[in-house]
């Protein structure tokens, strides 16, 4: 594999060594009364978007049947309609939803659901199968996850899907399908220079496994464009953060993590890079089997991001350097106030 190509998992597909995550070209859908988008949405410049990424080298795009309540579904569909050879398609599926008021309705993870959900992610996409499909339940329980391998294996083995995988944050749950699923081959989890999960990692190395590293831009704080002083709207999910959102509180950065930032900047902005582009050579620093998929939703931050692999991974010495800074504030002494 080259700097800009890894291999996913133990499949044999290779795949740009970052991907692009569509969470955000979904545009505005909620639970309730809670945002779960990103805010309106121009659906040309998302098709634009999605298409500049390939141009640039861009192979592997992820989204989710959740992402806009189809809506992302349907305008990858849409980019990708004359591409779709050239292209490694993974969507998410765990969730109930509803395409006309853009809700989020529940979960449902029974074999029955997975059937509905597989053929509603295919129309939406314009395909005849999925080259990974992935449950979207994060935290639930490993025997209702091993449950559902039965009838993942027989979607592969009918074509409407190529492999499998799980979103999930828990080593133990990715190191149970690691060794049961026989067409399981990557891991979708939180994985940045603010957040080193490395036992999640650990499982994927141990089975095989591609670790695909959402949020790798800490949901923007990474890219450098965010002080103390920003501020968020309503109609963001950052802007009404929720529980498991740590990196916004009250619509603004949260200020903890302002100040690990301040201190790798230097290092990963060097050799040309910008902050966006040092915290992706950090992720593919960190281990072979990451492949970081950060969100876009303009052709200027796709531009920016693919950048990073012309540049490709931190240097040994760039890389322990940061691990050293980060290191000293985890060691400072906490002041009571």
């Known amino acids: 594999m080259t700097a800009t190509t890894r ?18 070209v979904g545009g505005p859908f909620w639970a ?34 959740a992402y806009g309540t189809g809506h992302s579904e349907r305008i990858l569909g849409r980019a990708l309609a004359d591409h779709r050879d050239d292209v490694v398609i993974a969507t998410k599926w765990g969730n109930t939803i509803d395409e006309e008021t853009r809700q989020l309705t529940g979960t449902d993870p ?12 295919l129309h939406r996409l314009g395909t005849d199968h999925i080259d990974l499909y992935e449950l979207h339940l994060n935290d639930l329980p490993i025997p209702q996850a091993e449950e559902l391998l039965g009838t993942l294996e027989e979607l592969v083995e009918s074509g409407k899907l190529r492999w499998y995988g799980w979103s999930t944050d828990y080593a133990d749950r990715a190191g149970a399908w690691g060794r049961e699923g026989r067409h399981c081959t990557a891991v979708q989890h939180a994985f940045s220079v603010l957040h080193d999960a490395a036992a999640v990692l ?3 190395e141990t089975h095989q496994l591609a670790s695909l590293n959402r949020s790798p831009l800490a949901m923007g704080l990474l890219t450098g464009k965010f002080t103390a002083s920003s501020t968020l709207g309503p ?5 009404v953060a929720p529980e498991w959102l740590a990196y916004f509180r009250d619509g603004r950065p949260a200020p903890e993590w302002l100040e690990p930032i301040a201190a790798v900047r230097e290092v990963l902005t060097g050799s040309g890079r910008t902050l966006a582009q040092g915290a992706l050579a950090w992720i593919w620093a960190r281990s072979d089997v990451t492949i970081p998929i950060p969100g876009a939703r303009t052709v200027a931050q796709v531009e920016e991001n693919a950048g990073a692999m012309e540049h490709g991974p931190l240097s040994a010495d760039e890389f322990a350097e940061v691990e050293r800074l980060l290191a000293q504030l985890r060691d400072q002494p906490v002041t009571a106030m």
Request: proline share 3%; charged share 30%; aromatic share 6%.
């Open 32 to 65: 309730g009364t809670n945002p779960l988008g990103w805010g309106e949405v121009d659906d040309d410049e998302s098709i634009r978007t999605v298409r500049r990424a390939l141009d640039l080298g861009v192979t592997l795009f992820d989204t989710a049947d």
């Open 202 to 204: 650990e499982a994927c």
């Open 235 to 239: 109609d963001d999910v950052r802007g």
């Open 7 to 24: 291999t996913l998992g133990r499949s044999v597909i290779e795949v740009s060594s970052l991907g692009m995550g569509c969470w955000a």
């Open 110 to 121: 029974t074999p029955e659901y997975l059937h509905r959900a597989v053929e509603g992610s």
